[in-house]
């Protein structure tokens, strides 16, 4: 079984360009999370889509973050235009069970750096 | 609001010796749910080990354990007989139970190595 992919690994842009990564979660999960850690700080949520559906955006930062999963299954998170303060790694997670607080799976991560 | 604290940044521990990662957690819930996470050098995180708040005993798997400590809302993981292999970044994380979607609320991280 395949895990759960994330595309670019990595990416540098410049400050004002827009980035899009893209999650690949395990087929059949329909829980999909977006985590975000800045700076080795710790990880922070983001949001949390059940199918297509947006459960709760609570983390998003800012309007400059839009987060997609049409048909529920891969997942899109845009960034425009990118802010210095973006630059970090991006985990995308996706679990099976809703009503129960289910394992989550971790994708390996898309490292942003804004310049 | 959750809150999840690490108070230590790096650790290490020589090859075959047991090593206690800390972990302390503030929530105004009864039910909730405690991991511990462990992403290795360059490779993806996974999950270690599992605890549900409504469970007295400690859960253990394999070489890790944990201590949780309700009252004090403390979770720290036991690592017995390290391994190189356990060298990683481990993160405690919380979420809470039932219809909250089950978001985890991480601590800052532990980089642990373990010595040759």
């Known amino acids: 079984e395949a895990g759960v992919t994330q595309f670019p690994s990595h990416s540098v842009i410049e400050k004002g360009q827009t980035v899009t990564l893209r999650c690949d979660p395990i087929?059949?999960?329909?829980?999909l999370y977006w985590y975000r850690r800045v700076m080795g700080k710790e990880i922070k949520f983001l949001l949390h889509f059940v199918k297509e559906s947006k459960q709760d955006e609570s983390g998003m930062p800012n309007n400059r973050f839009l987060a997609e999963r049409t048909g529920g299954t891969y997942s899109t998170l845009k960034v425009q235009p990118a802010e210095l303060e973006d630059s970090g790694v991006y985990f995308c997670?996706?679990?099976?069970?809703?009503?129960?607080?289910?394992?989550?799976?971790f994708g390996p991560g898309t490292r942003l750096t804004v310049l | 609001a959750q809150t999840v604290t690490q108070s230590q940044p790096e650790m290490s521990v020589q090859e075959a010796e047991t090593v206690t990662l800390s972990c302390t957690y503030d929530?105004?819930?009864?039910?909730?749910?405690l991991f511990w996470y462990k992403q290795p050098p360059s490779r993806q995180m996974i999950l270690v080990i599992r605890?549900?708040?409504?469970?007295?005993q400690n859960a253990t798997e394999n070489r890790f354990s944990v201590n949780f400590q309700k009252a004090a809302k403390s979770f720290s993981l036991k690592i017995s007989d390290s391994q190189l292999g356990d060298t990683a970044m481990y993160f405690c994380a919380c979420t809470l139970s039932y219809n909250q979607g089950g978001k985890l609320i991480f601590g800052q991280g532990t980089e642990l190595s373990v010595k040759p």
């Open positions: 929530t105004s819930e009864n039910n909730y749910y």
């Open positions: 087929s059949g999960h329909d829980n």
């Open positions: 605890q549900e708040a409504y469970k007295q």
């Open positions: 997670a996706s679990s099976q069970e809703f009503t129960l607080p289910d394992t989550q799976y």
